[in-house]
């Protein structure tokens, strides 16, 4: 940064006060962010300690969460009156913009209806196969043959481009957020990342072939469902 002119003695004691920060330093999110999260917490909100991004306050009638993401903030609650009693508070502390119901949040899309809220990646998996030169491929009805067997030691050539293949293998990684009938063919595929091989980037082809069969596949969450998940994990 360089001073303005009148402030460049050397023996001027005076010094620049920013009013905010600087729009693209490092420090300026991270300054952003505990702004913003030490007036959540004021607010009467607990962080998440499983994501410090998620912010979640509980009454007896009300529940409401916050996800944040840089600039960019979701607010879900099961009341309009504590939706709006968080939205007046921001108002008050910072300068936002209101873009009304969720549409799109990081490369998923929500679609809501009288049956309930549907979640899906049409959008980003379409980009995956355009970028990835599949847009026009030939669509199969299953991502991988049950018969399959790849090893890390695979027989066919190492790949020359191996950070394609990590790319392909995280961008439909975060595909498996909607898609959990791609979990157990890129969980596969993802044991390879270190030296994959021709044979692993023609399985990963073939998951492509299938994503172009159905693009827009995703999660339905109904509105009158008594279905609660319930998630368990081997420690070993």
């Known amino acids: 940064?360089?001073?303005?002119?009148?402030?460049?003695?050397p023996n001027d004691p005076r010094v620049c006060k920013l009013k905010k920060s600087i729009y693209g330093l490092k420090q300026a999110s991270r300054q952003w962010f505990s702004k913003l999260s030490t007036s959540l917490l004021h607010f009467g909100f607990l962080q998440a300690k499983?994501?410090?991004s998620l912010f979640i306050r509980k009454s007896t009638?009300?529940?409401i969460a916050v996800l944040i993401y840089v600039d960019d903030v979701l607010i879900a609650s099961n009341t309009l009156t504590a939706l709006n009693k968080v939205k007046q508070y921001l108002r008050m502390t910072f300068p936002i913009k209101d873009l009304g119901n969720l549409k799109?949040?990081?490369g998923i899309e929500l679609a809501r209806s009288?049956?309930?809220?549907?979640?899906?990646?049409?959008?980003y998996a379409l980009d995956i196969l355009t970028d990835?030169?599949?847009?026009?491929?030939?669509?199969?009805s299953f991502p991988m043959e049950s018969t399959l067997k790849l090893s890390t030691h695979d027989a066919s050539p190492s790949l020359s481009d191996l950070a394609s293949y990590r790319r392909l293998i995280g961008r439909l990684l975060y595909l498996t957020l909607t898609r959990p009938d791609l979990s157990y063919a890129i969980q596969t595929l993802s044991q390879f990342m270190s030296n994959p091989h021709t044979m692993h980037m023609q399985a990963a082809e073939r998951v492509l072939r299938y994503l172009k069969a159905i693009p827009g596949q995703g999660l339905l969450l109904k509105a009158n469902s008594t279905f609660h998940l319930k998630a368990y994990s081997d420690s070993d």
């Open 1 to 9: 940064m360089q001073l303005p002119p009148g402030y460049s003695n």
């Open 50 to 52: 499983s994501d410090s």
């Open 61 to 63: 009638n009300d529940f």
């Open 104 to 106: 799109y949040f990081l």
């Open 114 to 123: 009288a049956k309930g809220i549907v979640l899906y990646q049409r959008k």
């Open 132 to 140: 990835s030169g599949f847009s026009g491929a030939k669509p199969i």
